[in-house]
């Protein structure tokens, strides 16, 4: 069955932080060194590099420090939270940071119904199939950053397995990253020990010189 999207999800953009939002740098300084001051946390910004890190396409990043008279007031993301970028143009399940995560204006917070549709699927859904990347090529604008807009996002029409299938291929798609994730990462750990070797070899035919 189609849907738009509006009708099986809530986005929401990323806020940007006022500067009488911020702490002062006597602030800063007493949080950074005792954790949490009077209900106040540290907190980190959802940066691209985390984006990355939730698509299981580079090393772990915590993001970008923020400090915050209160960040409940902003919005946050958690584990298993649905997230886009409208600059790359995927989407993606948050990972388990540990810490609260604040989103900017850069990154799109998903809330989806799941009566209806599941969030891995969704995510499947959004980056690799063909209706959805139609969609979003013939949607791109903007001349030197193409940026999706929540407008056109919102839109989308989406067709829609039954719901025990869309579980099925999503659980499927997130351990096809996971397991590409982990053999990218033998992989370095080859190079590297290759590089190793080339190295003393190098250097041992230096010392035979």
Request: hydrophobic share 30%.
């Amino acid at each position: 069955m189609d849907y738009k999207l509006y009708d099986l999800a809530k986005l929401e953009n990323g806020k940007v932080f006022p500067k009488d939002t911020l702490l002062t740098e006597e602030e800063k300084r007493e949080l950074q060194d005792k954790g949490e001051v009077r209900g106040r946390k540290r907190c980190y910004l959802y940066t691209p590099a985390v984006f990355e890190y939730d698509r299981y396409l580079q090393k772990n990043s915590e993001g970008e420090e923020k400090y915050l008279r209160d960040y409940s007031k902003f919005l946050s993301v958690k584990v298993g939270d649905v997230v886009i970028s409208p600059i790359t143009q995927y989407a993606t399940l948050v990972r388990d940071h540990k810490v609260p995560m604040l989103l900017s204006p850069n990154h799109i917070k998903v809330s989806l119904d799941e009566k209806f549709i599941d969030k891995s699927y969704f995510v499947f859904w959004f980056n690799e199939l063909p209706e959805s990347r139609k969609q979003i090529s013939e949607m791109k604008q903007g001349t030197t950053v193409i940026k999706l807009p929540t407008s056109g996002l919102k839109g989308m029409t989406i067709s829609l397995p039954e719901l025990n299938q869309q579980r099925q291929l999503g659980a499927s798609y997130i351990n096809s990253l996971k397991l590409m994730e982990q053999l990218k990462r033998k992989k370095d750990l080859q190079i590297n020990f290759l590089k190793g070797i080339n190295q003393q070899l190098i250097e041992r035919e230096k010392k035979n010189d």
